[in-house]
């Protein structure tokens, strides 16, 4: 059997090129409807189709397809929904900024159904783009099973949710204070507000008391609102204002005469003044009052925060300015007592930046109560489990305080709400005459003559009057709407396909935890409603990503990592100044197996994580060790036939049963890690054993018996190379792809699957544990550890061999030592052994103190190198274990430490100043010596 040889170097371009397609091809990405297979679905949280991917994508595409490759290759029948978001109000902003700079133009310029078509060419562009990136990632998606929010399936999903939600009485259309933006024209919903702490004033003003020369004094950070105030209301206790109330004071600066009323959910007595001004049509609270006390409600801002006509002699101007004025003449007459600094917190447009408006308008909306209730209790009984756990509690003070949802936005690119209104005899949708209008927002349909008809299709023929024409609600859906239905809307809802039946609930939602409340609750939500059952049993959150100083990645900041550029490597000219500062000669190609670990690395479960393409650089490294390692026993594999399976009663060198010892608990841990989302952990479990077990021993040690006469052990150290490669690249395979397929094709392996994709996961087989042989090895690994230590400190040649001497105190650590001998010798380049019991320390020697055995190794340098060097080396190492010892005592002195630090950790400490102190003497001792 002609063995493959690897070439030299890795080529991550190349094989990551090859490959993709090829598996593509072969269809392994895909899931079969109905299988004997156990189902395992994740659906891919689907990008904004705003613009490329960025870093922060890369997370979710590697952590989902780390899952989906660990289960395909446990036998489950995995699928992976590939999708993409409309996301409505961010796409807009982006296609309408792209024509104000190419074209000057507006979408108004151009009408709904052009604009619309120019929606739908970036979509495509950018759709396209997104997918490719997936692809260089190497995430194995079913992109048979592709989807878009608004593809005609998704549509009719949406259309289908809403006319049912409408039915059982869940939606409603009613005219309310809304969050509104007054740059982006429409509603928004309370999460796409941000709030933000500012710097303001306090301004106190005198409302004269009709019929009187008294004043109340209210208190307002908002002076220009007054001009809508309806009321201005005192604590029904309040005995400065007791028989004030029912009596009216004048509105300053229009002349209004509004009522002195009482309403003890508004006022705080002890707050201020303990007078409120009454806003309702502009403040939430004040909205409240307004319904409980059946207020007038005026809006003095239109809808671009302009003051309409009821402002009077302010009609016409920005609210900032009308601010300046309305202070400038109230100073002027008197009326303003006092200005003082005010802490306050201004809500601003998610998108726009711009400070949101409370504002009364018709609008549809989602009663929350009876589909939040099932939601939560899910949580509670465990029916859905988040993952970490932290967010648990976040989760429930959300839901227990959630409000009716806003569903409507005053935009063009989304879902159309299925709301039709009758030419004939509906009252047109007249939404920005209505906000004007004074009227009260108590009937929601006041001001319609008749209902719209909502309904799954167009409808023919009204109802009503038989009429033929209508128009449909202009108004579009708010984006979560139809991604909240995503985890069955993507398997066919509302028919009743295959696909619902076998994926349904979903196997894990893995996102990030920026959008637990935007997505995840309105998944819950709805798929408990029109699924009777959770969408999926865990939702696991992973930690954001961040640049390596830990600050958030963004263009302004100039430290956005392209995903793709690590991937293919990019030219200075692509890069950003600061990437161009730190690679001048362009960005190397660092190859998605090397991001992928590189992410999978760092997902310890907090809340971030800092990227530094340094890690990326190790972690590509890694997968050249890998490579050498492969090589390497692939040159040295002659005479082997292709290996079927280890015999597992061989009779094995110590080497080799502990290279399989370790290998197995490698195996065990790696998929427990993997089973709890634990991707840290199983990656650098890997990590640890590639490198510095099975490349940093065993390969060494296998040279012996590989150069060696003896056959018999020639071929059984080529087996167990090949086992332990075959078992490592298939642990490995899910984190990193491309790499672990490239050298799997060339082993001589009696394969059953043409690519390592569909190979089994490796399962830890208790036969292979072998406590025994690790013990035995431990003290040789420390030795030969030591030995080497000490020719680096000592600075000498590695093809200098050197005498040593090893004392310990245990005669099971000796008789262990000088049984492998054979081992040690060779590896730490040793020309001969003295193993003994503790005793005379040999003169001008350098020295060595094991931490796991106490062993100490000695070498006599006389001849070999400067002894003073030597001693300043003691001299330094024993300063680094003084300051070492330091920082333990200085925890021990804190006399909460000890009271308050988990038990564990205060004895691990102690445990490590008795080791350090006893390190302290010994090196004490050695340098002694050589003095
Ligand atoms: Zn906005
Ligand atoms: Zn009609």
Redesign the pocket.
Known sequence: MPNAELPKAYDPTEAEARWYPTWMSRGYFRAEAISEKPPYCIVLPPPNVTGSLHLGHAVPATLQDILIRWKRMSGFNCLWVPGIDHAGIATQMMVERELKKTENKTRQDLGRAEFLRRVWQWKERYGARIAEQHRFLGASLDWSRERFTMDEASSAAVREAFVRLYEEGLIYRSKRLINW?P??H?A?SDLEVEHEEREGSLWEIRYPIKGSDRFLVVATTRPETMLGDTAVAVHPDDPRYRDLIGKTVVLPLLGREIPIIADAELVNPEFGTGVVKVTPAHDFNDYQTGLRHRLPMISIFDESARTTREAGPYAGLDRFEARKRVLADLQAQGLLERETKHKLSVGL?Q??G?VVEPRLSLQWFVKIESLARPAIEAVEQGKTRIVPETWVATYFQWMRNIHDWCISRQLWWGHQIPAYYCKSCSARPQRRGRAEDPTHPMFPEEGDRAAPIVSRERPAKCPRCRGTEFEQDPDVLDTWFSSGLWPFSTLGWPKDTPELKTFYPNSVMETGHDILFFWVARMMMLGIHFMHDVPFPVVYLHAMVRDEKGEKMSKTKGNVIDPLHVILGAKPEELSPSQRSKFPQGMPAYGADALRFTLAALMQQGRDIKLSLDRVDGYKAFANKLWNASRFALMNLKGLEPLAELARDADFALADRWVLSRLNRTTRSTVEALSRFEFAEAASTIYQFVWHEFCDWYVELSKGPLYGDDAHARKRTQSVLVYSLDQILRLLHPFMPFVTEEVWQKLPLVRSVNSIMIAPYPVADPRFDDSEAEAAMAPVIEAIEGIRNIRGESNVSPSMKVPAVIQSADPAVRQGLERWRHYLMPLAGVSSLEISAPGAKPQQAAAFVGVKTGMEIFVPLAGLIDLAEERARLAKEIQRVDADLESVRRKFDNPNFAAKAPREVVEKERARADELSLRRAKLQENLNRII
């Open positions: 933006c740059a982006c429409t928004l447009c998108r726009s711009t």
